[in-house]
Structures are given as structure tokens and as C-alpha cells.
């Protein structure tokens, strides 16, 4: 079969591997679709933490079983996504229930090889059942889910004023589920095309772009000079998260699902006096992937208007780059194979 490998940031190359073998408690999925998020991105610049090269990116999935043990409690030719996140089950985190902070994890496409492949074997208690869910909307679950777990870590309430600091694929899913919790969601970019995709697609009220507005004075006429009661950030940018800090109301949350490689830089007197809580985000777990996938069927988030590039997976390598750019105006890029 052939894959997809990023040999070294910068470089992708087509090889072929042997297709995998069914192993017991395991299964072989036909990949159909791959969204490319910006853990790939990140990956292919060589500023992600946790990685290695070579590496097979690829983890937001659409796929279809093609081989299954019979008691797993899924079929033959059943459309399927799945849980990235390879948790040990015996660490402190996943004796607590957090299966998405494992001390141990293995992230597909991250810390073991993942779906830029024709075939893959993986645990069947990472599958998830797809119904009549499409190959595309299968493939967003995982990103979305990101989201919603964000904005579950911050306990969203309604009617309270939620920033969303950078509005790429994941900052997208995390203004959707803070809108779908309640809250009334500011969007914050540098990227004028993805403001004005937040206001015509998701229905953003409040949009600010800090390199031609004053944050502060924006943030205090949309809340009646309160500032926002959660800060969200989504950039992994690290001047864009340390100046955040800043943006707290007194008693707020600032949860941190983009991630960077340096430091967090924050005036503690500020930080203080706020009795402020900040919080890191990582992965989701299977009720956030359940959330997504019942706010999909119920219309409640509408999957299709992120796609904005698609491609077949022998021309990936040759775009790939091309993604990076902002003037592109990538949203989600979605890969058939």
C-alpha cells in the first residue's frame, strides 16, 4: 500500500508499506478520508512539541472496516472514525478518567504512525460507530471534538462573554461549541478572510482583529467594561497567549488548548488579584467525541462549511505547502484516498 511519510520538516515522501495484518483486538480500516489540522501543519514546519521524524501524520479520520474480530461489536464495511488518543488504562490519569492526558499516551499521527495511508490497524475500543455519517463529516469529528472539550474544561455558562483567541480549525470548533453552550462568543484573529467566515458561517456577533483595533477598548465596549469571563486561547502563538492574560475579567478562566513550544510569561499581580484560573486543554475524550457527532445529527453544527480545499491523496505532498500560507484561505482541507 502506499503512505505518506514526512521524512523531516519540509519533507514529504510517498513510499509503499506493507498493508497490516488483523491482529486480535484490533482492526483494519480502509482510510477514505483525512482532515489535515494543525498538529500536521505544525508537524510538517518542525514546531510542534512531542514529535519525531520520520513520522505518517494524519489522525482526523473517515474510514471503513474492512477487517474486524466478529465479537467487537462492529461489521465489515461499517463507516467508522475513531479516538486518536492510545491511552495505557493504568496510570494515575486514566485511573481518574482522563484518558486524554495519559502519561503514557500514544497519539496517532503524533507519537506513532498515523492514517496518511491507504490502510491502518487500530484498537477496536478506539472505533467509533458512524452510522450514516458521511466519510467527510467522520473526518471532523476529531477537530470538532477539540473544541468541545475546550469549552467543557471551561465550564461555559449562558450569556457569558467567551474570547476566543484565534480563529483556525480548531479555534472554529471551540467558537461553535461555546456558541452551542450558551455563550456569547468574541473571535479574535489576525486573518481578516477567517473573521468574516466566523460572521457569515457561524453567525459571530463580535469579532476583533488586534492588528489594526485595540483590544482592550473592543473588549470592554462588547462586554460593558467587564472583559470576558473566559479566555480561550487557540493560536499556539506564544506573544498572542501571554498577552491574553490581560484580557481576564476578575474571576475568569483562561484555558489554554493551543500549544507552543516556549514559556508562559504572565505579571503575577495582575494574574492575582483577578483570582484568575488558568487551565491547559488536551485531546478530547469519548463523551466530547458522543457531543460532536449528537450536535451533527441534530444540525446543530454544520460540518460541510469547513471544508474549503479538498484533494486526492496522490497530490497531497505537492499542496501540502501550500496550506501553510494565509493568503490561501485554508479552513479545513480535507483528503480523499
Known sequence: MKALVCQQPGSFEYVEK????????????????IGIC?????????????????????HELGCE????????????GERVTLIPYFNCGECIACRNGLPNCCAAINVFGVHVDGGMMEYISVPTSALLHGGDMSFDELALVEPL?????????????SGEFVLVIGAGPIGLGIIEFGRIAGG?????????TRLNFCKDKLKVQHTINPLNE?????????????MPTVVI???GNQKAINSAFLYMAHGARYVLVGLQKGELIVAHP???KREATLMSSRNATQEDFDHVMMCMRNKLVDPSTYITHRVQFDAVKDNFKSWLDPKNGVIKAMVEV
Not at 494543525?38 to 505518517?56: C, K, M
Not at 471534538?145 to 455558562?157: E, F, K, P, Q, S
Not at 456569547?184 to 481578516?192: T, Y
Open 18 to 33: 506493507e498493508r497490516p495484518a488483523i491482529q486480535p483486538g484490533r482492526a483494519i480500516l480502509k482510510v477514505k478520508r
Open 38 to 58: 494543525g498538529t500536521d501543519l505544525h508537524a510538517f514546519e518542525g514546531t510542534q512539541p512531542y514529535f519525531v521524524y520520520p513520522r505518517v501524520l494524519g
Open 65 to 76: 472496516i474492512v477487517q474486524v474480530d466478529a465479537d467487537a461489536g462492529f461489521e465489515v
Open 145 to 157: 471534538a477539540i473544541g468541545a472539550h475546550g469549552i467543557r474544561r471551561a465550564g461555559v455558562r
Open 184 to 192: 456569547q462568543v468574541i473571535a479574535m484573529d489576525v486573518n481578516d
Open 214 to 226: 485595540d483590544v482592550m477598548q473592543r473588549l470592554k465596549e462588547i462586554t460593558n467594561g467587564d
Open 233 to 235: 486561547d487557540a493560536t
Open 270 to 272: 495582575e494574574f492575582h
